[in-house]
């Protein structure tokens, strides 16, 4: 029966927003609506491996929206906004390749970044700060909708839910996505039964995937509500992110002997997996051992770890992620591509805190704090959805990131 649900559901939610579109007056030949219905049924098919086609079709549709949208550009019916972090960190990874010698690995990452960049520019060309709430309508309907799913199916089969993604933690983060948009964006006040109880769907949604991360970014996105001092907040995260990783750096042998006996094997192959990136970067400072290309450097390299057995689950190279996207970046493209990132986080940063609507920046604080720590235990910088919900604050006020083309 789930199966079944995951197999027919993106096909149900395409005719179902085309018509919820249609009906709010989204006019069908404006690339406007292209857009907006493939936000809305992006999270049904971009990780759906229950149908082969899925996927595929998801990426086909953007790409055809792409060409649409340079054309209507030629004509100078429409401008361009392109992200020139973003632009910058695909030369970084460029770069890197060289370590990489251009393999194929790197060509799959490289070929799967230009394809977010083009989804990025056809998104953040057509929705604006005018239109998003209409945009975000469908990522309410959404969430709940998958909210109330992940609770049949925790009901059913009393294990971590996934309804149609491929990872407990994809679903978790969406739907804290979705909470978010819904506690800042569209609710008029808490302290009503219809806020309450739309809160609690959500919430038991969120504890059925049984992802401790997303749980926490749930809880620090309803803690950003409220009075805290912000900007002392955020001027930690930089310095906890490397700090955390120098601690790493100093304490590494230390830590590599003691987690398989304190910690769980999830956690401790992640460490093992961790210390191996590290030596990763401190090989290629500089640029990295290439983008997508940590796999092919831990299978070179594992034989150096064989008497930490709980790396032993990982010495297949379908499984090699590194569970940290901060320690992917560093490992992947170098010093240079952490800094790029790293620099544009804090941007992004200073630029939420200028944001005069009070819901609107603490919707955008909660959602970057969301990011932070859901890419700070999983991988997840190889997907749009990440980079549109980090750069989401471009949209409500003026800046020099986005960069708009004419």
Same mark, same amino acid.
């Given at each position: 029966?789930?199966?079944?649900?995951?197999?027919?559901?993106?096909? /149900?939610?395409?005719?179902?927003?085309?018509?919820?579109?249609?009906?709010?007056?989204?006019?069908? &030949?404006?690339?406007?609506?292209?857009?907006?219905?493939?936000?809305?049924?992006?999270?049904?098919?971009?990780?759906?491996?229950?149908?082969?086609?899925?996927?595929?079709?998801?990426?086909?549709?953007?790409?055809? #929206?792409?060409?649409?949208?340079?054309?209507?550009?030629?004509? +100078?019916?429409?401008?361009?906004?392109?992200?020139?972090?973003?632009?910058?960190?695909?030369?970084?990874?460029?770069?890197?390749?060289?370590?990489?010698?251009?393999?194929?690995?790197?060509?799959?990452?490289?070929?799967?970044?230009?394809?977010?960049?083009?989804?990025? /520019?056809?998104?953040?060309?057509?929705?604006?700060? @005018?239109?998003?709430?209409?945009?975000?309508?469908?990522?309410?309907?959404? #969430?709940?909708?998958?909210?109330?799913?992940?609770?049949?199916?925790?009901?059913?089969?009393?294990?971590?839910?996934?309804?149609?993604?491929?990872?407990?933690?994809?679903?978790?983060?969406?739907?804290?996505?979705?909470?978010?948009?819904?506690?800042?964006?569209?609710?008029?006040?808490?302290?009503?039964? &219809?806020?309450?109880?739309?809160?609690?769907?959500?919430?038991?949604?969120?504890?059925?995937?049984?992802?401790?991360?997303?749980?926490?970014?749930?809880?620090?996105?309803?803690?950003?509500?409220? &009075?805290?001092?912000?900007?002392?907040?955020? +001027?930690?995260?930089?310095?906890?992110?490397?700090?955390?990783?120098?601690?790493?750096?100093?304490? &590494?042998?230390?830590?590599?002997?003691?987690?398989?006996?304190?910690?769980?094997?999830?956690?401790?192959?992640?460490?093992?997996?961790?210390?191996?990136?590290?030596?990763?970067? *401190?090989?290629?400072?500089?640029?990295?051992?290439?983008?997508?290309?940590?796999?092919?450097?831990?299978?070179?390299?594992?034989?150096?770890?064989?008497?930490?057995?709980?790396?032993?689950?990982?010495?297949?190279?379908?499984?090699?992620?590194?569970?940290?996207?901060?320690?992917?970046? *560093?490992?992947?493209?170098?010093?240079?591509?952490?800094?790029?990132?790293?620099?544009?986080?804090? @941007?992004?940063?200073?630029?939420?805190?200028?944001?005069?609507?009070?819901?609107?920046?603490?919707?955008?604080?909660?959602?970057?704090?969301?990011?932070?720590?859901?890419?700070?235990?999983?991988?997840?910088?190889?997907?749009?959805?990440?980079?549109?919900?980090?750069?989401?604050?471009?949209?409500?006020?003026?800046?020099?990131? *986005?960069?708009?083309?004419?």
């Amino acid at each position: 029966m789930l199966i079944l649900i995951k197999m027919i559901l993106p096909i /149900v939610m395409v005719i179902f927003f085309i018509i919820y579109y249609m009906k709010n007056k989204v006019y069908t &030949k404006n690339l406007e609506f292209f857009t907006f219905v493939f936000i809305a049924v992006a999270p049904y098919m971009s990780s759906n491996f229950s149908l082969p086609f899925y996927r595929p079709l998801l990426q086909v549709i953007a790409i055809i #929206g792409f060409i649409k949208l340079i054309i209507i550009f030629l004509n +100078k019916k429409k401008h361009l906004l392109i992200n020139k972090y973003e632009f910058i960190f695909l030369i970084v990874i460029i770069i890197s390749g060289i370590n990489a010698s251009y393999n194929n690995s790197f060509f799959s990452g490289i070929i799967n970044y230009i394809y977010i960049l083009i989804v990025l /520019v056809l998104v953040r060309s057509n929705v604006n700060s @005018e239109n998003i709430k209409s945009c975000f309508a469908s990522i309410i309907i959404n #969430g709940i909708l998958l909210s109330v799913l992940s609770c049949l199916e925790f009901i059913i089969l009393n294990e971590r839910t996934e309804v149609v993604f491929s990872n407990s933690n994809y679903l978790g983060f969406y739907l804290v996505f979705s909470s978010i948009v819904y506690l800042y964006l569209f609710k008029s006040t808490l302290y009503n039964y &219809k806020t309450l109880f739309v809160l609690v769907i959500f919430t038991l949604g969120i504890l059925a995937t049984g992802s401790d991360s997303v749980i926490i970014a749930f809880i620090t996105a309803i803690l950003i509500g409220l &009075k805290i001092d912000i900007k002392k907040l955020f +001027k930690l995260i930089p310095i906890g992110v490397i700090g955390v990783i120098i601690f790493f750096f100093l304490t &590494k042998g230390y830590l590599l002997h003691q987690v398989a006996e304190y910690l769980s094997d999830s956690n401790a192959q992640r460490i093992g997996i961790w210390s191996i990136a590290i030596d990763g970067f *401190l090989d290629n400072p500089f640029i990295g051992v290439g983008y997508n290309n940590f796999p092919n450097y831990f299978m070179d390299n594992k034989y150096n770890y064989v008497d930490y057995s709980f790396l032993s689950a990982f010495f297949q190279y379908d499984y090699l992620v590194t569970h940290n996207d901060f320690i992917r970046i *560093l490992t992947e493209t170098g010093g240079i591509g952490f800094l790029l990132f790293m620099f544009y986080v804090k @941007e992004l940063i200073k630029i939420t805190i200028r944001i005069n609507q009070v819901n609107v920046r603490k919707m955008c604080l909660a959602l970057i704090f969301t990011v932070i720590i859901f890419i700070s235990t999983h991988n997840n910088i190889n997907a749009f959805d990440t980079w549109w919900i980090l750069g989401l604050p471009l949209f409500f006020t003026k800046n020099n990131i *986005l960069i708009k083309v004419k």
